[in-house]
């Protein structure tokens, strides 16, 4: 009975020595051995056997990058503003024996510097800074905690700032003056489109001027050319038929409607020609009938007995003298009564001529 319960002893001290001395490593993890209180080795992932009894294996140290998430701090900015920061901290463990030995409690030691770090960065920044460049704090701070992690066996991956929290006086200001800046950019823009489009419809309206002018002139100039191609057509037809001065004359005559045409035409001028175009036409009607008739002497009422076309021949020189007499008379402010008996003079003579 006795050898059996040893042998029992026996066997249950066996499964205790072999369940202690057969240890297994998860991935990622890794394990410290201490050997009577010192250490021995570090234990990699997978199937490991130590001694029992002798050797013994602290708490799996895990390899992986973690995520702390301090709370936020109050922070003196550079310009006297307390701001609350709150940070997240990237690490990882790269040396167990450092991170087991070298250090009691990392994570409140890792907090507590970069609380101390980030109070000497924000301290030489403005707030203006501290809002637009977390990215130079970040890599401050990932800089300072790295070196003194280092001897930790624990190394800073990435340092981000989560949120910066002004006073609330501070956050009311910093709308107002973001609220400023944007109504003025908008009137500046404003006020940029205006000017843009003051510019254009000047240059707009500067074009269709030009455009307009040049128009102007050329179509004056191709009126000018085609009123000079008309003169010089009829005054080489004119020279080409060798007309008589009868012709000339009568010609005159003609245009005399033509120049009283319209309802506004209250005085036209009688240019000083039409005395000597009458002139011509009285000699050539004394010359016809001169050559036609007797040689009786003429009778003494012989301009009212003249035939229906020297009166009317008459009467007609004598309007153009009467006219160009009123012209004269209103270029000089006078009526000029000499003129006008002279040329009345000069066609008498030319009826009383003997036929």
Partial sequence: MAALIVIAVLVLFALVAAARSIRVIPQARAGVVERLGRYS??????????????????PL?????????????????????????????????TDPRSATYEIAQP??????????????????????????ARENVNNELRVVLDEATGKWGIRINRVEIKSVDPPPDIRTAMEKQMRAERDRRAAILTAEGQ???????????????????????????????GEAKAIDTVFSAIHEGHPTRDLLSYEYLQMLP?????????????PSEFAAAFGGIGEALSQRLAG?????????????AL?????????????SQQAGASQQAGASGQPSSTDSGAAANRGRKAADRPR
């Fill in 41 to 58: 080795r570090t234990l990699e992932p997978g199937l490991t056997i130590i001694t029992p009894f002798i050797d013994r294996v602290k």
């Fill in 61 to 93: 140290v895990d390899l992986r990058e973690q995520v702390v998430n301090f709370s936020p701090q109050s922070v003196i900015t550079e310009d006297n503003v307390v701001v609350g920061i709150e940070t997240v901290l990237y690490f990882t463990i």
């Fill in 107 to 132: 994570l409140q030691a890792i907090e507590q510097l970069t609380v101390t770090t980030l109070r000497n960065v924000i301290g030489g920044l403005t707030l203006e800074d501290t809002l637009t």
């Fill in 195 to 225: 000017k843009q489009a003051q510019i254009l419809t000047a240059e707009g309206a500067k074009q269709a001027a030009v455009l307009t002018a040049d128009g102007d002139r050329e179509a004056a100039i191709l009126r000018a050319e």
């Fill in 258 to 270: 033509q120049l009283a045409q319209g309802d506004a035409n209250k005085v036209f001028v009688v």
């Fill in 292 to 304: 036609a008739d007797a040689p009786s002497p003429p009778a003494p009422a012989a301009p009212q």
């Fill in 307 to 319: 035939s229906s076309p020297q009166a009317g021949a008459s009467k007609q020189a004598g309007a």
